[in-house]
DNA sequence: ATGCGTGCAAATCGTTTGCAGGTTG
DNA sequence: CAACCTGCAAACGATTTGCACGCAT
């Protein structure tokens, strides 16, 4: 069985959840999408391998799969959200294009270092963070 | 009068568009929040100084803000689309406690530095960025 | 058997748009 | 007058919710 699969089986476990057959196959197929996707994008791939998983379904797992830390909103300026699986990716952060909606992802292993030293400075322990960079992308400036 | 008005208008001018009432009331308000906003915050605040701006004008009156470069979208998680004006601020970041909730604020220039290379890297031009350190502070950790 | 889960359809919420009337140059 | 603007209400699109039935423990 794969961490993630485990991961969110542990997770429904201590909420008295359940894994159903919906459940997993989501996981399975946001666990083969790299990059960022959106509710439409799973239940259209599910929906062409003949998997019946209704919409809703998907609404209501994601905030399950944020959750267990399997899966990260990642911020937008549209109107739809974006998701993407987080497990085994190394942290990256955002540049967000304002004018088309781009997200290029980078990472900067710098910063981090900057990051924890000002954490240092006022004694704070950084758990988690989140850069996000906006502004024009090459073809829209 | 103020640079932030004087953009403005030079701006609709090259468009042929107008300054009226409504927008320059909207303008005006916005500039008074320090911070993000949204478009109910500024339909709220001039409602209650029984100034008369529809929220239509309001979500007709803020692209042209952000393309004149007075005001940004910043990046959410929401649904909300959230706002704040960009002009005369000096830029800090953000700790945030997520057991008592307090917030830092700080500022380090070499990681502003590296953001700057990093949206060279990408041809980004970056406008605006946003960096949270989640964790503990002094008092909770 | 007891809840949790599901799909559907209806409801909701933020935002956009069509329209009729008002304002500006 | 021509073009722009406004407010209202209706339309819209993404997400959430109520419900009746189904399924896992």
Known sequence: MKPAEQLFRDYLKSKGLRLTRER??????????????EVEDIYLRLRRKKV????????????????????????CDRMKAR????????????????????IIEFSNERIERLQEEAGKKYRFEILGHRLVLSGLCEECR
Chains 1, 2 share one sequence.
């Open 24 to 37: 997993e196959e989501i996981l399975k197929e946001i666990m083969k999408i790299h990059g960022h996707f």
């Open 52 to 75: 019946k998983v209704s919409q809703t379904s998907i609404y209501r797992t994601l905030p399950l799969l944020v959750e267990s830390g399997i899966v990260q909103k990642t911020p």
């Open 83 to 102: 998701y993407e699986h987080v497990l085994g990716h190394r942290h990256h952060d955002h540049m967000v294009c304002i004018k088309c909606g781009r």
